[in-house]
């Protein structure tokens, strides 16, 4: 099952997305041209890393950065005696948080590949297809939500340590307090 457009010409990506499952009301924070430089850095050296323990494994590497409509996967290799294609969504942080398993799922169901990995080139953890079909349901639901009534989705905000971090939301009380942000009044 891919995932359902929102409107006919825009497509969230898996990584929007996946935010926005944990947190109806998540608005991105700015990320200015310096820390995405920087990010992009880190982001090369994990996917060397990954792509270097795979090749050594004896996975065929087929894809790096195989864009789509708004997104793009980070890895896909090829098993070479099984044939089974696996999605490597590559992260940079020191654990494999539940937002990154997310976005995986997402983008497996654009991937054609048959198995999807969130892997960080020392933790790697693969995606059950349970927990795949529960995210894309989990997808719809939300995708419902944002295009039936985005003033509610706006408004409903739940706390979660994977989408807080990076959040913009100004008028969410749990963000209240957060440096950066205006104390409530």
């Given amino acids: 099952m891919a995932i359902p457009k929102t409107h006919p010409e825009k497509q969230l990506s898996p990584s929007q997305l996946a935010k926005l499952i944990l947190c109806l009301a998540y608005v991105a924070g700015p990320f200015n041209e310096g820390e995405r430089l920087r990010f992009l850095g880190f982001h090369a050296r994990a996917a060397l890393n990954v792509i270097k323990s795979y090749l050594k494994k004896g996975w065929i590497l087929v894809a790096v950065e195989h864009s789509g409509n708004g997104f793009r ?38 991937s054609g590949a048959d198995e999807a990995v969130v892997s960080n080139g020392v ?49 969410c009380s749990f963000l209240q307090g957060r440096p950066g942000f205006p104390a409530k009044k």
Avoid at 80 to 92: M, N
Avoid at 133 to 155: F, Y
């Fill in 123 to 171: 933790i790697e953890e693969v995606l059950t297809p349970a927990f795949i079909e529960r995210t894309l349901a989990q997808a719809k639901n939300t995708l419902q939500v944002l295009t039936s009534n985005p003033l509610v989705a706006a408004r409903t905000f739940t706390p979660h340590e994977d989408a807080c971090y990076t959040c913009a939301a100004k008028t």
């Fill in 73 to 110: 996967i980070d890895l896909l290799f090829r098993h070479p005696t099984s044939g089974i294609v696996r999605l490597v969504e590559v992260k940079t942080a020191k654990r494999i948080r539940e937002v990154f398993k997310i976005q995986a799922a997402l983008y497996f169901s654009l």
